[in-house]
């Protein structure tokens, strides 16, 4: 069966370091895109990272870039959100995604285009 197995997660202090880890089980989506988005309490799910796994091209909300990495481990076959320089608004409960085929640039931040879908972990940033 097919699926994404999330862990991670917990308190950080804000400036803190967190790291999110998403296993992929059933195929390895070496040729397609895999990402994370958040949700806030009381906000819409909203794109936080992704990878093209053919190039290995990241792509990141402007609200994470410089704080947050995104990469995958080809052996592992498990992605992961280094999530560096905390805020308290990155509080969220966090989701990996990922599709087995590619995605044209302008498709790469839309959540419905990504059909595997993690459980989502608690990440809150709180002093």
């Known amino acids: 069966q097919d699926q994404l197995v999330q862990s991670g997660g917990g308190l950080v202090q804000p400036g803190g370091s967190l790291r999110l880890s998403c296993a992929a089980s059933?195929?390895?989506?070496?040729?397609?895109?895999m990402g994370w988005w958040r949700q806030a309490p009381g906000k819409e799910r909203e794109f936080v990272a992704a990878?093209?796994?053919?190039?290995?091209?990241?792509y990141y909300a402007d609200s994470v870039k410089g704080r947050f990495t995104i990469s995958v481990d080809k052996v592992k076959n498990t992605l992961y959100l280094q999530m560096d320089n905390t805020k308290p608004d990155d509080t969220a409960v966090y989701y990996c995604?990922?599709?087995?085929?590619?995605?044209?640039?302008?498709?790469?931040?839309?959540?419905?285009?990504?059909?595997?879908w993690g459980r989502g972990t608690q990440v809150t940033v709180s002093s």
């Open positions: 995604a990922a599709r087995s085929n590619n995605l044209v640039l302008s498709a790469i931040r839309d959540g419905s285009q990504y059909n595997y």
């Open positions: 059933g195929r390895s989506f070496s040729g397609g895109v």
């Open positions: 990878v093209r796994r053919f190039n290995n091209g990241a």
